[in-house]
């Protein structure tokens, strides 16, 4: 029973993370339609500039804030560079977002280096204990988790009763409509794509003291927060979260019980599985008609 819980704990713990990815690949998805496939370099890159601004500082919140920021600024220089791929064949999209992934992980290595470099956490990740009893959740899984659901939470709200929410809302509907009732969409899609960047950094800075840190390290990341998207629908901020956190304890019952060698291929059967099933997702279709 104890193993039990021990696994589930950290399995919602890593399961956050692969739902902050999800997340970020939703926003981009519901406006453009395009899945950013640069997605993990950038989280992993806004991770190594919070790195080197802790190392400097010595403050963790200051290394924590550069990285949002970093984020944010990388967002809004990705849109750009994808913006002329608007109206042209998918393809073309898909080919830019590789070669950013490519460029980010590239620079990685140029500017940093390619050894493994270990990353702080922000609280203990010494094991919290009730009694006798190991939870298998340390102070810092819960800040992870807490900071994951406060990010998703504050979105839920701007869409729901922002302004700024209701123009991304409409921009995902139908850019041309929303065009012609005055909205800028070019401005509307490059917000979309700085919070895709802030929560993609939020998310490398929450797993990297979980993992080494060096150029590829985001990648496995991004293809669990790719299957958690693509479990709870991609157009669905709400299912995102959800996918991600089936995902992770399903995987952390996986490596726990049978073998931590088993993840690649369960996270891989898990994917391929929905997409058979239920391509929309779990919370696709009803998304798809309520944006």
């Known amino acids: 029973?104890?193993?039990?819980?021990?696994?589930?704990?950290?399995?919602?713990?890593?399961?956050?993370?692969?739902?902050?990815?999800?997340?970020?690949?939703?926003?981009?998805?519901?406006?453009?339609?395009?899945?950013?496939?640069a997605q993990g370099g950038m989280a992993m890159f806004t991770a190594y500039i919070a790195l080197i601004v802790i190392n400097h500082t010595g403050n963790y919140w200051a290394g924590f804030a550069a990285a949002l920021a970093a984020g944010v600024v990388l967002g809004a220089v990705c849109e750009r560079v994808i913006r002329p791929t608007q109206g042209k064949p998918p393809l073309n999209a898909v080919i830019v977002t590789i070669g950013l992934l490519i460029l980010l992980e590239g620079l990685a290595g140029i500017i940093y280096g390619g050894q493994f470099r270990s990353f702080p956490a922000a609280f203990s990740i010494s094991g919290l204990k009730i009694g006798s009893t190991s939870l298998g959740a340390s102070r810092n899984d819960v800040f992870v988790a807490v900071a994951v659901l406060a990010a998703a939470l504050a979105l839920a709200v701007m869409f729901r009763y922002t302004s700024a929410g209701l123009r991304l809302r409409a921009t995902a509907f139908s850019p041309g409509v929303a065009r012609l009732l005055g909205v800028r969409v070019g401005r509307v899609l490059t917000l979309g794509w700085v919070l895709a960047g802030l929560i993609g950094a939020l998310a490398g800075v929450l797993v990297s003291p979980n993992t080494f840190l060096y150029p590829n390290s985001m990648d496995s990341i991004f293809v669990l927060g790719f299957t958690a998207a693509v479990i709870g629908g991609l157009d669905s901020p709400v299912g995102a979260v959800v996918g991600g956190l089936i995902l992770g304890v399903a995987l952390n019952y996986v490596s726990g019980y049978l073998g931590s060698a088993l993840m690649p291929v369960f996270g891989l059967?898990?994917?391929?599985?929905?997409?058979?099933?239920?391509?929309s997702g779990l919370f696709g279709a009803a998304s798809s008609r309520q944006v």
């Open 1 to 37: 029973m104890q193993e039990f819980l021990e696994f589930t704990l950290g399995g919602i713990s890593f399961g956050m993370i692969y739902a902050a990815i999800g997340l970020s690949l939703v926003l981009i998805w519901r406006g453009t339609r395009i899945l950013n496939y």
């Open 269 to 279: 059967c898990a994917l391929v599985l929905v997409l058979m099933v239920r391509p």
